[in-house]
């Protein structure tokens, strides 16, 4: 089985194995270990996994090849070193003069696996996600520009963004987080890190007592104030520096003074930390969160021809939907209000489908970074279930914009336009079955939803295999990878094709897959994923040796002789032992082809259940687009009624006004006397005048039968039930103002 990587690959795709808690489970994978091992440091690319002893259907052992495979003993740094996070790095920091290119880190694996583990760490140790921001942070420190004190910079960086999106700066955003009105907010999750700041008081002499309470809530110090700022940077040192450029205003607390003013109310009315609401939030410590493993030297490469600007988003994929993480949406008073975002193209992006109207925070530093990435992980959905106490019921985007410009020089006077290049991160929920995961209601609806969207994705991985497995033959044609089925490989793929925007050529993002498993875990859900998710695959059919032998002993029998046949080496027993290994070979053979026959009926079955729900949401679509037109019809027969009245009424009050001059001039050129209410004295009129009176008695019959008719038609509009009523002719015309021309 060939293990090097396709060419055609999207993702590189690593495993990565978890130690595991379980003491009385059999354990069904094996890592092969590499020939060269003992020379050098080369990574295991291969795992078998054998099926369970007391497996009832008769399964084959199968080998998977990946780009490298890291037992359990790996630690979190020598993941981050060895699947080519830090290239990706570089790649999206772009190389000298060059824009950057898009990257994309994922986790993929059963639920328990170790997903959120690899990605956002534990109490103890940072994840991949914290590692990149360190180092990210680290390097580009002296090319980073100042967002927060520099309208300027501000407004062209928020004028460049394609996305529709709302940037703040990281004290703005936090502030509107942790600020009293928001602090109801609920809180859905603690992150594994996250160490909330109430612990702060529980240390001796952390606390500074003398901080006073007023009845707004506002802080103010006495005795020891100098106390204050010093815990203020200690704990938050960047909101500290930032805060020292502000001006600052007693009337207007800032969120640090507040939350800790929040605390000391607490505290002097005796109430328990452990017993406060548990939708209550605060300042994550940034001093609490893990510091290891350390990354300070890890090198990367920065342009230092540019200037750059790092933005933050976050988001989250649940039941199909895209829910923005930083926006402060979820309340105590309407925690369903939570607004779906779209990933669609925008007007600044025709050619890329974004996430529109996201919130995106400038961070200035590597704390701002983890604090707005401690304070979005709170929103995600997580749920305990039977096989993990915090499972991500959601797929976690973490995205990291990383803006580039060249800076201004002695050559160059002014600064050249942003690009944008995003490292996204991604935590998936993990698949799992509902009897072991023992979901129910709402998490096991959560549980379908998620199972659906990797069903997709597991597609998509499989077609990539194929290509890739394909693109040795002769003629062979490169499939489309299906990534529109649903959000969440649209998310992961649309960027992985290179795309035109003008005449400027934007590269395929860069991809890692770390697949997590526990090689203790569950047997069928584990292989699942590794069939699709693995780079090559092999099957084989564990040896019967009892068929054999049994078949040997029982010719040995006939021929009375030895089983071995070693002290008779006739020519009958050679062509008998031939004969058994052919039919060995080919009974495997047949074993290999049934186990592959029945893989395939599984693939159709699900294709085919794919098939029905991609049906069943056509429908549900159609439904949706008739209701839409029918509404849209329903407001444009309104628009054009209302419209047809008001031309109506502006007509009739045309020929009123008409008529009226008739009048006038008629009583001017006749000597007519026009009484008030605008009846002509017939008494006045000589012959001429009077054969001039027949003619314009004639034309008032005509525009009489005019009037009467838009008369009709005026009733026929208002109600289709009067329309018979209307339709016998009246039998006398009044005029608007009331004037009957018989009388005339
Ligand atoms: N490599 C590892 N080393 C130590 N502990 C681990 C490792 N991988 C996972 N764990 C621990 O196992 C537990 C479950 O892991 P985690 O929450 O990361 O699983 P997951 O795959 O994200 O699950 P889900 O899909 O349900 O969210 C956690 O307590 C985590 O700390």
Request: charged content about 25%; aromatic content about 6%; glycine content about 6%.
């Amino acid at each position: 089985m060939d293990s090097s990587k396709p060419t055609t690959s999207l993702f590189d795709v690593f495993l990565r194995l978890r130690p595991s808690s379980a003491v009385d489970k059999e354990r069904f994978l094996d890592v092969e270990q590499p020939e060269s091992t003992t020379t050098g440091s080369q990574a295991p690319t291969h795992i078998t996994i054998h099926p369970p002893v007391n497996d009832n259907r008769k399964r084959a052992v199968e080998k998977f090849a990946f780009t490298s495979v890291f037992e359990e003993h790996v630690g979190q740094r020598e993941i981050f070193e060895s699947t080519g996070i830090v290239p990706i790095v570089e790649g999206v920091l772009g190389g000298q003069g060059r824009e950057g290119r898009d990257g994309l880190v994922a986790t993929l694996g059963v639920t328990g696996s170790g997903k959120s583990h690899t990605i956002l760490g534990s109490k103890s140790q940072r994840g991949i996600t914290q590692l990149t921001l360190n180092v990210l942070f680290q390097h580009t420190a002296p090319y980073l520009v100042d967002a927060e004190t520099r309208p300027t910079i501000f407004q062209s960086l928020c004028s460049s963004d394609v996305s529709e999106a709302q940037i703040l700066s990281a004290a703005a955003y936090l502030d509107s987080i942790y600020s009293p009105g928001e602090a109801g907010r609920l809180s859905r999750a603690t992150t594994p890190a996250m160490v909330r700041e109430s612990t702060l008081y529980t240390l001796p002499g952390s606390y500074p007592t003398t901080i006073n309470t007023n009845m707004n809530g506002d802080s103010t110090s006495s005795g020891t104030a100098r106390s204050t700022p010093a815990v203020y940077e200690r704990l938050y040192p960047s909101l500290a520096k930032n805060q020292s450029r502000l001006p600052h205003s007693p009337s207007k607390p800032n969120v640090i003074t507040r939350s800790i003013a929040k605390l000391t109310s607490s505290f002097q009315q005796d109430v328990s930390f452990m017993s406060m609401q548990a939708s209550r939030r605060y300042m994550p410590r940034i001093s609490a969160l893990s510091q290891f493993p350390a990354v300070d030297d890890i090198g990367i490469e920065v342009d230092n021809s540019a200037e750059y600007a790092i933005v933050i988003s976050m988001y989250e994929v649940y039941n199909d939907r895209i829910f923005d993480l930083l926006t402060a949406s979820a309340t105590a008073k309407a925690p369903q209000k939570r607004r779906a975002l779209l990933f669609k193209s925008t007007e600044l992006s025709p050619d890329r489908k974004v996430v529109a109207g996201l919130r995106k925070v400038i961070c200035a530093n590597l704390e701002e970074a983890l604090l707005v990435l401690e304070t979005g992980l709170t929103e995600r959905r997580v749920a305990g279930t039977g096989s993990n106490t915090a499972s991500s019921r959601s797929h976690g985007f973490f995205c990291l914009d990383v803006k580039k410009r060249r800076r201004s020089s002695s050559h160059v006077a002014v600064p050249g336009p942003w690009s944008n290049s995003t490292l996204t991160i991604v935590d998936l929920a993990g698949s799992e079955r509902a009897r072991t995961a023992k979901t129910a209601g709402a998490t096991l609806a959560e549980a379908g939803k998620i199972n659906e969207s990797l069903m997709y994705l597991g597609q998509c991985m499989q077609m990539q295999s194929d290509n890739a497995r394909n693109s040795t033959l002769p003629g062979a044609v490169e499939r489309m990878v299906p990534f529109r089925q649903c959000k969440l490989t649209e998310l992961l793929f649309s960027n992985s094709l290179s795309t035109h925007h003008g005449a400027i050529h934007k590269a395929p993002q860069k991809s890692i897959m770390i697949v997590t498993a526990d090689p203790l875990g569950d047997f069928n859900a584990t292989s699942q994923i590794l069939r699709y998710s693995a780079l090559a695959r092999e099957v084989t059919v564990p040896r019967i040796p009892s068929v054999t032998a049994t078949i040997l002993a029982a010719s040995a029998a006939a021929h009375n002789k030895p089983a071995n046949g070693r002290n008779s080496p006739s020519a009958l027993q050679e062509d008998l032992d031939a004969a058994l290994a052919e039919i060995s070979r080919l009974r495997q053979e047949l074993e290999v082809t049934q186990v592959l026959l029945e893989e395939e009926t599984q693939r159709r079955i699900e294709a085919e259940s794919s098939w029905q729900v991609a049906e069943s949401r056509i429908e549900d679509v159609e439904a949706e687009i008739r209701e839409e037109v029918f509404a849209e019809m329903e407001d444009r027969l309104e628009m054009e009624k209302r419209r047809w009245r008001a031309a109506r009424h502006v007509e009739m009050d045309a020929q009123d006004e008409h008529l009226d001059r008739k009048l006038d001039l008629l009583s001017q050129q006749m000597g007519a006397e026009v009484y008030e209410d605008g009846m002509v004295g017939k008494e006045n009129l000589g012959t001429v005048a009077e054969e001039r009176f027949v003619e314009l008695e004639d034309e008032n019959t005509v525009l009489k039968e005019k009037l009467a008719n838009a008369e009709r038609e005026k009733e026929v509009m208002r109600s289709p039930s009067k329309k018979m009523r209307v339709l016998k002719p009246s039998r006398k015309w009044q005029g608007s103002a009331g004037v009957s021309l018989d009388d005339l």
